[in-house]
């Protein structure tokens, strides 16, 4: 989507010998040794990097964390690829991805996947097929401007107002994946996420899309008890009822935005029936991967 994550950083000069690096984020840091600094990807970006320099970060979002929409691994990537702009450095979208993957999940070792690390390097609309192993082929889903728009048009996004931390829900996918109990869920997802290309490339109408939306967010439900609850399940349940042909929970469950299929004419219903839903966020489709608007000093995604 359109909405962005901002970072600026430029090299910190030795104008304040009690501080040797500032990164503010929401709340600000003043650090000696980079090693100390608290925010994880920061510290493990720039111990990525080798960066033992001072340096001055500062981050700004338009949207909130812990929402379930990317917003960590677009900051990841983001910072990524400030670094390499202001070593003077070319990376291209791959080994962006491949290198902010890295770091997440290697270097902080948090329990993530590679979808949202993908999409915010490259932009646009991708076919991701992850395995076997590390293998990853992204590969541009072609489609016409009037269907990309009848899809913007067809698509609700609401943040419920209640922010999550999916760490543990991800844990146990993990847990679960590693042990084969989510063998055949994977399959019946793999199955819909290739069904769904296929109607994508043949530009089909949203109540075909939005089944197989369902469907997924039937399956997902399966993975671990606690990806929904009573309340997120009414949520759905009500979209559903005031005329959305699918939908599901962003992210890993727990909390954060929903995202709803439903013809246009049927927005204002649903919006009026969802008093759970506190925001609802405009958007577009974003062409673009994350880029450099300054070289030297300014990066957005």
Known sequence: MDHSC???ISRKPNFFPEYKSRIAYGTIEHVTDNTKIIHPSVRECLRFFNFESGIDIYHAGD???????????????GLVKAIHGLKNSKVTKRQLAEEAIFIEQKMIKESVGCQDQIAAAYGGFNVIKLGPGNKMKIAKLVISFTYREYLRRSILLGFTGLSRD???IMKQ????????????LLREINQISENAQQLLKTEEDIEKLGKLLNDSWVIKRDFTPNVSNQHFNQIYEIAMKNGAVGGKLMGAGGGGSFYFLAPPQKHAKIRSALNQIKIWVPFKFATQGSMLLN??????I
């Open 295 to 300: 070289r030297s000093s300014i990066n957005i």
């Open 63 to 77: 949207l909130p964390a812990r929402s379930g929409i990317g917003s960590s691994s677009s900051f990841t990537v």
């Open 6 to 8: 901002y970072v600026t």
């Open 166 to 168: 999916g760490t543990s």
């Open 173 to 184: 996918h993990v847990s679960n994946i590693s042990q084969g109990k989510s063998e055949e």
